[in-house]
């Protein structure tokens, strides 16, 4: 009999808001922290043993603490929590005994959401609470991405555990990748996110990402011989891009990339200004920036966009593609005028244009709050 009582945590799922493709060329990102997420309740155990269930997946894991390796096939979901644990080992913090980890969530998974980083920022805080560990919130974020590069194996940045760890109702999580600093902006209160997904997987999506990443290494390449101090492309002046040939795909990554950059910075600008229509503009603009200029759109992406554009007087602020592109999902911003019939026109109106696609889905979430521990 174990007389310790278990500890519950939650962790939030999270939406790109703007800085498209901005991360890793050291730009600004900002996120939403969604009402929706992942719960894990804890309960600490005498032995060395870890018991991982989960109220979505059948298959539960048993290992031990003194063997944390990566798994495969159905049980592959505990790499999430393992590799919390694994980093948190590594990096010295004491983890005294095992655990049983059970997890619920009414977060969509593999939906662009971040389960992923849900899973493990919920896992962190309740090992944390656990064993009394006091990690600061920039520690932890950093924490759960090495987990999920090393020990998952997904090169992801840090968007997903930061938005998670730092999210706030009704407020934006600003992230500045160039030195890792995290901040909330206020957003309006009542304002409502829907994510339209195409439900599209590109199949090349992987490589799409790498050719992207090696287009703005070479940009920065070619701009640090005209200006050796330039360390990230992201804040490269503009008249700069003169030295990328004209017309190239080089320069339209470049360009695309500072002018993002700048867009995060002019949405915080309307944000405070209680500009909302200066906002949607501006996230119209990104998502036109990304189709023409880094090409990471697909026509069903703009189709939903252009819909949803031609429904401003009904409520959407602004709308764009979110996370990496070649696929995947639109978020819009809306004011409580826009509402689930409006929602499904647009579907309906995208499946006549896409007979041929696949079956798109809408989710309507509002903000919510980041990584705590409940009760
Ligand atoms: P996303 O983070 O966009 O949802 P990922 O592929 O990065 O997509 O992560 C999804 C994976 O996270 C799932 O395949 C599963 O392994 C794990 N996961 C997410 N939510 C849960 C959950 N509630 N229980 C167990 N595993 C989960
Ligand atoms: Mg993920």
Redesign the pocket.
């Known amino acids: 009999m174990n007389a310790t009582p278990a500890i519950r945590t939650a962790s939030p ?1 999270r939406i790109e808001f703007i800085g498209n493709h901005t991360d890793y060329n050291g730009g600004q990102v900002l996120g939403v922290s969604l009402n929706l997420g ?1 719960e894990a309740e804890a309960t600490p155990r005498e032995d060395r043993q870890l018991h ?1 269930s ?4 059948a298959a539960a894991f048993k290992g031990s603490l003194d063997e944390l390796v990566p798994q495969s096939g159905e049980l ?5 929590p393992l590799g919390i644990l694994k980093v948190l080992l590594e990096a010295g913090h004491e983890v005294a005994s095992g655990c049983d980890l059970h ?3 009414n ?13 493990e920022l919920a896992t962190l805080e309740a090992i944390c609470q656990l064993n009394g560990l006091d990690l600061s919130r920039k520690e932890k974020v950093l924490l759960a991405q090495r987990a ?1 590069n090393t020990f ?1 194996g ?1 090169p ?1 940045g840090m968007l ?1 555990q930061a938005v998670s760890c730092f999210g706030r109702e009704d407020h934006l999580v600003r992230i500045d990748c160039a030195n890792t600093a995290f901040e909330t902006v206020p957003l309006a209160h009542g304002l409502h996110f829907w994510v339209f997904n195409t439900n599209h997987k590109h199949s090349l999506v992987d490589s799409m990402y790498s050719r992207r990443h090696a287009e703005c290494r070479k940009a920065l390449e070619i701009l640090r011989q005209a200006d050796p101090g330039l360390q990230h492309l992201a804040h490269a002046r503009i008249e700069l891009l003169e030295h990328l040939e004209a017309g190239s795909d080089i320069r339209r990554r470049a360009e695309h990339t500072v002018l993002e950059n700048l867009r995060v910075q002019q949405v915080i600008q309307a944000l405070e200004a209680h500009n909302l229509e200066e906002v949607g503009d501006l996230l119209f603009a990104s998502h036109a920036s990304s189709r023409d200029l880094f090409e990471n759109s697909i026509p069903e992406l703009d189709t939903l966009v252009e819909l949803l554009q031609g429904l401003r007087s009904h409520g959407v602020i602004g709308a764009r593609l979110t ?1 990496g592109g070649f696929g995947g999902a639109v978020m819009a911003l809306t004011t409580d005028r826009f509402s689930s019939p409006d929602a499904g026109n647009v579907l309906q109106l995208y499946r006549h244009r896409h007979p041929g696609s696949e079956a798109p889905t809408c989710l309507h979430v509002r903000t919510g709050n980041g990584t705590r521990r409940l009760d």
């Open positions: 799922g992942v991982f989960s109220d979505g997946i592959a979901w505990a790499n999430y997890f619920r969530s977060l969509p998974t593999g939906a662009g959401l971040s389960s992923s980083a849900a899973i999920e998952v997904v992801c997903d996370g």
